[in-house]
């Protein structure tokens, strides 16, 4: 039997990656199963000393491998951090952006492609993208440009996208398709806000609802081609459904409190309808990722209701408390929701193609 720890190092060695060696595990529990008769969960542990089952609706991705990736990270931090104030300081921006973006590469090429560090690998893709639009940016503010480019603006969110589109064809880390995402979405709204700026105010709030949409539906088509997900496309559709969700539920949120902020009871029920709309949904693709970025509003609006009947040195602890015990539930009881879910609702051919149902371990 193949041993877990065996195969992180040949990924850390560059001699596999880290899907390769996720279908290497896959294929060890399925010929453990072959010969025990005993079909396997996605997610077991391949030592042979384990012998315990993970559940499979862990939704697991790949953040941090050991204490290595935290001190790379740390050090990424570090580096991007000192690159910024010196800018700041010394001046020059472009040229330390330019320094910034070839760091990032040359890291990347040590971190990500050859030691498949994922934590680091995350943060040098920010920083190569990042780098890129501020080196663009910087390059273009004193140039006298078409208003249709947006004082620059769409330069810089095209080179943020296409500095993420060029870091996932060498390094296929699994944020650099959510980077690409919302460079697009950057260009776009630089573009509405050039051509039609009256428009694009009266209407950024739906315009972000169906970029959002647009960006879940890009995340579940991902989802749908590994459904089991054994491969780095689970990885990449983690990073656009927590895009997607923020781009749906923020937008919702705006409309609903205005610029005026006013809030009460039907805004309050109507944001916890929709994160009872989302969960729903995200029990069918079996994503607790989409409900993330609506935790807040959701807390927020309980807090609100708390309010009307409490006092107000209770209504935080109380919302939270309440957040705690939602949260906790959703955890506990995941697996049963979507078993008790999934047959009553009419999904035909789709089924096939989400994730299966895993039994309840004994």
């Known amino acids: ?90 001046g020059f921006g472009d ?10 590469w040359g890291l990347s090429e040590v971190f990500a492609r050859r030691m498949r560090l994922a934590l680091p690998s995350i943060l040098l893709a920010v920083m190569f993208c990042a780098s890129a639009a501020l080196l663009v940016a910087q390059l273009t503010a004193g140039l006298s440009l078409p208003s249709l480019l947006y004082g620059g603006w769409v330069f810089a969110a095209a080179a943020f996208s296409g500095a993420a589109l060029l870091h996932h064809w060498r390094f296929r880390v699994p944020v650099d398709l ?10 776009l709204l630089a573009l509405i806000s050039a051509i039609a700026p009256a428009q694009s105010q009266a209407y950024i709030n739906p315009i972000l609802a169906v970029c959002g949409l647009s960006v879940f539906a890009l995340a579940l088509r991902l989802d749908m081609r590994d459904p089991r997900r054994l491969t780095r496309r689970s990885d990449a559709a983690f990073w656009l459904h927590l895009l ?50 609506a935790l807040s509003y959701a807390g927020i609006a309980v807090a609100y209701l708390i309010s009307q009947s409490v006092s107000g040195d209770l209504s935080l602890p109380l919302a939270l408390l309440g957040l705690a015990i939602l949260v906790l539930a959703l955890s506990a009881g995941w697996r049963a929701l979507r078993r008790a879910l999934l047959p009553a609702l009419p999904l035909g051919r ?12 004994a």
């Open 178 to 187: 959510a980077l690409v995402a919302g460079g697009g979405i950057g260009v």
């Open 244 to 293: 997607a969700a923020g781009l749906i539920v923020h937008p919702v949120f705006r409309g609903l409190v205005g610029t005026a902020g006013a809030f009460g009871t039907a805004q309050s029920l109507i944001i916890l309808g929709l994160f009872a709309a989302l969960g729903i949904v995200a029990l069918v693709i079996d994503r607790r990722a989409l409900l993330v970025s």
């Open 1 to 90: 039997m193949i041993a877990e720890q065996d195969l992180q190092a040949a990924v850390a060695e560059g001699i596999i990656d880290q899907a390769q060696a996720v279908r290497i595990a896959h294929l060890a529990r399925m010929r453990l199963a072959a010969q025990s008769s005993t079909p396997p969960r996605l997610g077991d542990s391949v030592t042979a000393e384990a012998g315990r089952a993970i559940d499979a609706d862990d939704e697991r991705f790949r953040l941090i491998g050991g204490f290595n990736d935290v001190f790379v990270a740390i050090g990424v931090g570090l580096l991007a951090g000192a690159l910024l104030g010196l800018s700041r300081v010394v």
């Open 350 to 361: 789709w089924r096939d193609r989400l994730p299966p149902i895993e039994a309840t371990p």
């Open 95 to 104: 040229a330390f952006a330019a320094v910034a973006l070839v760091a990032a």
